[in-house]
C-alpha cells in the first residue's frame, strides 16, 4: 500500500517557529518510517518563505530515509530550486507533461552552465508528478497527460466539514478503474483505508492521518 503525507503546520500549536519545527519533525519521522510520498503543502507562505521551508524538509527526508519522495505543492519552480524530488499539481495546474518539459530544461541549463546541478539534481532529472483529481474522467486523463499517479479526493466526508460532497467508495472504484495508480484522499482513517484497497487505490493519502497519530503506527496497521 502507498502511503502519502499532506503536511498542515498550521494543525500544529504555537507560534509560526514552533509550527515549522513540529512540521520538520513529523517529515522526519515520515521518512524515517518510509512513507512513500510527502507533499509539502503549505500554501499561505511567501515564495521564499516556502523554498526555505522546503530546503529543510528536503533535508529532512534525506538524512532519514532512501525510498521516500518529497514533492512540492503546485509550485515547480520551488521544487526544482530546493531539488525535491518532484511536484504534485492541482487539477488546474498546468500538465504532468509541461511541468516534466521545464524541469528537463532547467537541469539542462544548468548543466552547460557554470552552475553545475548536483549528482541528486543529475541523478533525479526525471520528477515524480503527482496530480489531484476530483472525477474518473479526469483520472483517465491524467496518465496521458504525463502523469506517476492521481489522488482522487474526497472519498469520504472530512471531519468538521460539510462544504464538500464525499464521491464515495463506487466513485473511487471507477476512477480505479483508469491505467495509473490512484491514492484516495478525504477523511481516510485507519478503520476506513482498507476499503479503498478494496476498492482498486494504490494506497491512501492524508493530512490528519499522518499528523495525528505515531506515523510508525499507522504503518504497521496499513502495511501490517
Known amino acids: 500500500m502507498l502511503l502519502y503525507y499532506i503536511t498542515d503546520r498550521v494543525q500544529f500549536p504555537g507560534g509560526e517557529s514552533d509550527r515549522q519545527r513540529a512540521l520538520l519533525e513529523k517529515i522526519a519521522e515520515a521518512a524515517h518510517c518510509d512513507v512513500d510520498f510527502i507533499q509539502l ?10 523554498e526555505t521551508l522546503a ?3 528536503v533535508a529532512a527526508v534525506r538524512d532519514n530515509s532512501r525510498k521516500t519522495r518529497l514533492l512540492i505543492n503546485s509550485r515547480s519552480d520551488v521544487a526544482m530550486a530546493c531539488e525535491a524530488d518532484g511536484v504534485h499539481l492541482r487539477s488546474d495546474d498546468i500538465t504532468p507533461r509541461d511541468a516534466r518539459s521545464i524541469w528537463t530544461h532547467s537541469v539542462s541549463t544548468s548543466a552547460t552552465s557554470s552552475e ?3 549528482a541528486r539534481r543529475q541523478a533525479g532529472s526525471r520528477p515524480v508528478v503527482g496530480v489531484s483529481c ?7 486523463l491524467a496518465a496521458p497527460a504525463g502523469a506517476d499517479f492521481a489522488v482522487f479526493a474526497p472519498v ?4 468538521g466539514s460539510s462544504q464538500v460532497h464525499p464521491a464515495g467508495l463506487d466513485a473511487l472504484r471507477a476512477a480505479c478503474r483508469q491505467n495509473i495508480p490512484v491514492l484516495a484522499l478525504g477523511g481516510v482513517t485507519l478503520d476506513n483505508a482498507p476499503a479503498c484497497v478494496t476498492a482498486g487505490a494504490a494506497g491512501v493519502a492524508g493530512i490528519r492521518l ?3 497519530n505515531e506515523i510508525a503506527g499507522v504503518v504497521r496497521s496499513l502495511r501490517g
Open 210 to 212: 499522518f499528523q495525528a
Open 134 to 140: 476530483h472525477s474518473a474522467e479526469e483520472v483517465g
Open 55 to 57: 530546503r529543510a524538509a
Open 156 to 159: 469520504f466526508e472530512k471531519t
Open 41 to 50: 503543502r503549505e500554501k499561505n507562505l511567501c515564495t521564499r518563505e516556502l
Open 116 to 118: 553545475q546541478p548536483t
